[in-house]
């Protein structure tokens, strides 16, 4: 079955490296996803990643995919304060309907 | 700009009524769905539709009902047989094809059943 699963909470100082961190179950999964919600708002989508690559940068952006482990990761440089919201990782599978599972949601604090 | 719309932002209903929630989309997205968030428990599934005049239950149907009569608009109401209906409600779009393009999400509606 598929199941996505993230830690609930993570505080940084402003200007250091955030990593958020997500497992998923499913292995037919083709594409994962990180999404951030800021408060009273919808879900932006901030990067994706194939199933079959290891790794995506995006400016300051990293993400880390270990499909063994079914690990996913998103490195955050130089954390700012406007980082501070909520990151869902999600995961979609191939089939007649390609559903898209959620996360529970990471929430991100930066210290300034 | 393209993107999707829903309205109102906030709402406020009285329990035993049943109220409808709006989503339109500009984006030509073939794929529209609802998803429910509560504190704690992520975004569950409600419905999805992938083409006009289509559409299928998600993981918590019960007491919801939608419609997709048009391309652009997916509208969703919550009945009066919805045990706790409070919550907040995102509608999301995508292309639909098969490659598994990304959802886009609305600024969602806040709803408040007393």
């Known amino acids: 079955g598929e199941d996505v699963e993230q830690s609930l909470f993570l505080s940084v100082r402003e200007g250091d490296s955030s990593v958020i961190n997500c497992t998923y179950t499913?292995?037919?999964?083709?594409?994962l996803y990180w999404y951030k919600q800021e408060p009273g708002a919808g879900l932006q989508l901030l990067t994706y990643?194939?199933?079959?690559?290891d790794m995506k940068q995006d400016q300051r952006l990293t993400v880390l995919l270990n499909k063994k482990d079914k690990h996913l990761s998103l490195r955050i440089a130089d954390t700012q304060t406007g980082d501070s919201a909520i990151y869902f990782c999600a995961e979609s599978i191939s089939g007649g309907y390609q559903k898209v599972t959620f996360g529970i949601g990471t929430k991100l604090q930066v210290i300034p | 700009d393209g993107g999707i719309t829903q309205s109102p932002k906030y709402l406020f209903r009285k329990e035993g009524q049943n109220v409808t929630l709006s989503c339109e989309q500009n984006l030509n997205h073939d794929a529209m769905y609802w998803y429910r968030q509560d504190p704690g428990q992520g975004l569950r599934l409600i419905y999805y539709s992938q083409i006009v005049n289509d559409f299928q239950k998600g993981d918590i149907a019960e007491g919801y009902s939608v419609s997709r009569e048009k391309k652009e608009s997916f509208p969703l109401t919550v009945t009066s047989a919805q045990k706790n209906p409070t919550a907040f409600y995102l509608c999301a779009s995508r292309r639909g094809d098969k490659g598994n393009s990304p959802l886009h999400f609305g600024n969602g509606t806040r709803l408040t059943v007393t």
């Open positions: 990643i194939f199933s079959n690559m």
């Open positions: 499913d292995s037919s999964s083709t594409y």
